[in-house]
């Protein structure tokens, strides 16, 4: 079947979650992507749980479709390795911090001169050239910094189980490669791309942002995050209700089945927020979220139920969606969440597992031109 990305070749030089969740991307839509990670790999292969030894889920979710080799890039002989890779790739994915690269001679300026059809992008917390852009950072400090946390408007922060701004640059940096891609056909050229997981996020509140620097200008308030009727509210049973009722028919459809008709004309007043979110969570608490869920219809009209992770895995939505694919592998069998972008033409796939650390040392390498003895020799010096 052809592929969008059929023919380009991507280097993955990445650790964690940003760069390789891009990298996997990029490898569903048919890249030829080798995984790069150093000679004990990369660390998440110990985390829990573990499906098979140095196979976690993570690494298998995050890795599929992908080709593995080991390089120790402190050597001369590693570097040697991942410049011959890159001599002939059209991308390159790294998350180092800013300059690690450049001092092992295998940073943008090299590699441009190397091959200037290179499409070189790198993942950082904060960007290359940002006076914190040594910082160390993970999503969560990340959503911190960047006002991301205060997701309630009380002052209460919130942990998402989602690493917002770490897949939030993948996705920007998926696009970004692609369009990079599509450049170079009309230049002929590569070139540099410079993803922040901080930019991110600051890019990703653009409408709250926004809303805060329009009334520095009117002098209004903001408009919040959530609103009496655009708010989660708990249930007799100790669950959850999403109510985003944003259009006024929603709402005095949601007045009428909660036995509000009170309120039906009170929408907008957001002098009286907090009395008006009071009798709306008393009235909520007085049945249980299914029971909820019976009176809206299965939430015909933007009430639905809040659901967990296992409860999201197994209901009807997601059985419908065809996102949850399981394959037979030859550690066992493994479910997969497939890519959620849909094409008619190219679609994306799983096309098989992750690799082991170094998986295919010996076929890559053979493809370079390194004869057996070599490799033999990389591996006893530690090179592999």
Known sequence: METALQGIKVIDFSQWLPGQYCGMVLADFGADVIKVEGVKGDPNRGFAPQLAPGMSSWNLALNRNKKGVTVNVKT??????????????????????????????????EMHALNPRLVYCSITGF?????????????????????????NDCGNVSISEVQVSALGGSLNAV????????????????????????????????????????CRVTGDTPFGRRAHYYDVYQTKDKKYISVGTIEPKFWKRFCEIAELPELAERQYDFSHEEEITAIIQNKIKTKTRDEWLELTEGGAFCVTPVYSPEEALENDLT?????????????????????????????????????????????????????????R??????VI
């Open 127 to 151: 960007g290359q050239e940002s006076k914190f852009r040594n910082q160390p950072a993970h999503d969560l400090n990340i959503i911190g910094l960047s006002g991301m946390n205060f997701l």
């Open 175 to 214: 696009a970004a490669i692609s369009m990079a891609l599509l450049a170079r056909e009309r230049t002929g050229r590569g070139q540099y791309i410079d993803i922040s997981l901080y930019n991110t996020a600051l890019s990703m509140q653009i409408v709250s942002l926004a809303s805060i620097l329009g």
């Open 319 to 375: 059985k419908a969606s065809g996102m949850v694919e399981t394959k037979t592998e030859d550690i066992g069998s493994v479910t997969y969440l497939k890519t959620a972008v849909a094409m008619s033409d190219t679609p994306g796939s799983v096309r098989f597992r992750a690799p082991y650390a170094g998986e295919h040392n010996g076929s890559v390498l053979t493809h370079l031109g390194y004869s057996a003895e070599q490799i």
């Open 377 to 382: 020799q990389l591996k006893e010096d530690g």
């Open 76 to 109: 001369e002989a590693g570097q040697a390795i991942l410049k011959k890779m890159l001599q002939e790739a059209d991308v390159f994915i790294e998350g180092f911090r800013p300059g690690y690269l450049r001092s092992k001679g295998l940073g943008y300026e």
